[in-house]
């Protein structure tokens, strides 16, 4: 702990109203005595609170509570733990050395602890960028009760954090997956088209089950009406496929789109793994960059987090025909393969469109791509000039060439989605349940 010595601006403005006073005294000796006299009593007002605020060593101590680690673009809580241990009640400004990815230079709280209090600080950090952040020292200035002089400590506590793609948006989908009320989380309950055939048990008859599915000799043994019970098909293989090209840097809300992509399929993968499905997970740009098998292991969940926190985006053009070419060799089963990507113009998707087929061909792919918001709110915004027509009708090209985009891929018999950045992670855990349930898979 370091510890330093400070005058507040009080004692200058004294000080400086005393030799103003001295520089008087040419033309009214009086004053001489005065300044003198001002001087004196500033003098011994320093002195008692210098005494004061240095009468202990250590008159605080702070500790900073740090969570293991991050989640981006979700509110974090950080806390301070502050202790008075001097004899008086003090005031006391807080300056907490944040990491440099915040860029927040003004940072400071205020307090005022009593004889022996420990003071709780609580604040809020939203990393917008994946990585490890570095916390630095804590500064302390302890105000003496004068306020006339405090005291700076300097308590070194260099933590590092990481930030992990949003785990806490994964926690709550889990929980309300486990609940089975992800319905909660705008997720939407699909009617059943017929049953699956993976049987799950056998129960008694209630009101609203399929009487198709009653179980004849079960029922004659129990002497009450069975029937039988199916669940989704298990243990299918469910793969993210996220494009790392630069058509991903692209920002909304401080996050890119390859942050959002990586947030939705950690929470899809983790809701697989939750219906007994197997995870897997693919990033390529001009080359594959990872590929980590389909399992539903207990490790598995650690193994996709730990993969996607490292990911970041080029500004080369993605290779769709390396991508196919991966899964036609390391992908032997038919999977469920959903394909984070962007496409701005209709050439752009015809040039990947051969990519694609050939990959539907033998699996099924589920195209997730993204709507510009920022045209959409050109859209809604009032024209007033000729300039501002003009703009107007250029977005409202971009907007149905999107649509024009989900017409062709439909047309090929590719599913897509197409969402606003904030809405993907529901969006596609909607279309996976969606998927499961017709037994499309």
């Not at 605080?60 to 989640?71: C, G, K, N, Q, T």
């Not at 490292?310 to 992908?331: C, G, M, P, W, Y």
């Amino acid at each position: 702990m370091i510890k330093s010595f400070y005058l507040n601006k009080v004692v200058y403005y004294i000080a400086g109203a005393a030799a103003v006073l001295y520089a008087l005294s040419y033309f009214s000796p009086a004053l001489f005595r005065v300044a003198g006299l001002i001087l004196v009593l500033l003098g011994v007002a320093v002195l008692i609170d210098g005494v004061l605020v240095y009468s202990k060593k250590s008159g605080v101590a702070a500790v900073r509570e740090l969570p293991e680690r991050f989640s981006i673009g979700d509110p974090n809580k950080i806390g301070i733990a502050l202790l008075n241990q001097y004899a008086f009640t003090i005031r006391v400004s807080i300056i907490d050395e944040l990491p440099v990815q915040f860029q927040e230079r003004n940072w400071i709280r205020k307090s005022v602890l009593n004889t022996g209090e420990t003071f709780r600080l609580q604040y809020i950090l939203r990393p917008e960028s994946r990585g490890e952040y570095i916390f630095h020292a804590i500064n302390v200035f302890v105000h003496a009760p004068l306020k006339l002089v405090k005291r700076r400590y300097i308590f070194p506590q260099e933590q590092v954090v990481k930030v992990y793609p949003s785990y806490l948006q994964m926690r709550r989908y889990q929980l309300l997956a486990l609940s089975n009320r992800l319905q909660e989380a705008g997720v939407k309950k699909i009617r059943r088209i017929g049953h699956s055939m993976e049987f799950e048990q056998i129960k008694e008859y209630v009101r609203g089950d399929d009487y198709r599915t009653i179980n004849w000799k079960a029922t004659a043994r129990k002497q009450d009406l069975m029937v039988n019970n199916y669940t989704d098909e298990r243990s299918q293989q469910i793969y993210c496929l996220i494009n790392k090209g630069r058509v991903m840097k692209m920002p909304f809300n401080g996050l890119t789109l390859l942050d959002y992509a990586i947030n939705a399929s950690l929470v899809l993968s983790n809701v697989a793994l939750v219906r007994q499905d197997k995870a897997g997970l693919i990033t390529f740009e001009k080359k594959l960059d990872t590929f980590l098998p389909a399992d539903k292991k207990p490790t598995q969940m650690n193994q996709v987090l730990e993969t996607l926190y490292k990911q970041e985006t080029d500004f080369l053009e993605a290779d769709f025909e390396k991508l196919f070419s991966v899964i036609r060799n390391r992908i032997t089963n038919r999977s469920l393969l959903v394909l984070f990507t962007n496409f701005e113009s209709m050439e752009s998707l015809q040039r990947e469109m051969p990519a694609l087929k050939k990959i539907a061909k033998y699996h099924l792919l589920l195209v997730v791509f993204f709507e510009n918001t920022e045209i959409r709110s050109l859209l809604e915004a009032r024209t007033g000039s000729m300039e501002d027509i003009y703009i107007k009708t250029i977005a409202e090209k971009f907007v149905y060439e999107k649509k024009l985009m989900v017409k062709e891929l439909h047309k090929h018999g590719i599913p897509s989605i197409l969402s606003t950045p904030e809405g993907l992670t529901v969006n596609t855990v909607n279309k996976y349940l969606e998927l499961k349930t017709r037994m499309s898979i």
